[in-house]
């Protein structure tokens, strides 16, 4: 492979395409920054006038796969109105979708150990993805009497648990079965927790 060299115009976009794809192969604790140098076609001293070590690379990408998760949330938010339900239900179907199309982000944010709280800019592309599902949250919960209301953060927390449960155990594990597509069980599973705060009526 052709070195590009430390000039290379966009070499650090290199490095995180390079560890995203050693860490859907080998997790993120099993590759090295010498095995990412050498894939993105540059040497290992080339990266570390970028990155001190692979927590470094790995939590780059968490941040760059925060912000697209919270772009693709808050499309998905957008294109649901203006019916709150319809906003809400749409960013539980994004975050499906994500898991699957990114699972090299996926993993580097929720998966690798990486604290958010790493650097202040991975605090603060996190934080905007929490936003949105609280957002969402709040909205959807306007309808119910504020002495039952639960906090959007609660909320949304709950979303997200349930969501992420649904990912690891079906959508990427091929080593689960499921009778049940990840996108109906996520499905039914919001529709039991909307129920119980009363915001969608029961099953007839």
């Known amino acids: 492979m052709t070195k590009r060299g430390y000039h290379h115009g966009n070499l650090k976009q290199a490095l995180i395409d390079a560890a995203l794809s050693l860490i859907e192969e080998k997790g993120p604790t099993g590759f090295t920054l010498s095995e990412a140098a050498k894939r993105a076609g540059v040497t290992p001293a080339a990266v570390y006038r970028h990155y001190q070590g692979r927590e470094d690379l790995i939590a780059e990408a968490a941040r760059q796969g925060f912000e697209m998760f919270a772009d693709l949330m808050q499309y998905a938010y957008d294109k649901g109105q203006p019916s709150a339900l319809a906003a809400f239900e749409a960013t539980g179907r994004a975050y499906l979708a994500f898991a699957r199309k990114h699972p090299g982000h996926y993993i580097s944010m929720f998966e690798s150990g990486i604290s ?26 306007e309808h119910i009497p504020p002495e ?46 909307l129920r119980g705060l009363g915001l969608v009526p029961p099953d007839e």
């Open 116 to 141: 958010v709280n790493r650097t202040p800019e991975l605090a603060l592309a996190a934080n905007r993805a929490k936003e949105v599902l609280e957002m969402a949250a709040a909205d959807l919960s």
């Open 148 to 193: 039952k209301r639960p906090p959007a953060s609660m909320f949304s927390a709950h979303i997200w648990a349930m969501s992420h449960g649904v990912v690891e155990l079906y959508a990427r594990n091929a080593g689960a079965s499921s009778p049940f597509p990840p996108e109906d069980l996520l499905e039914s599973g919001i529709g039991i927790y």
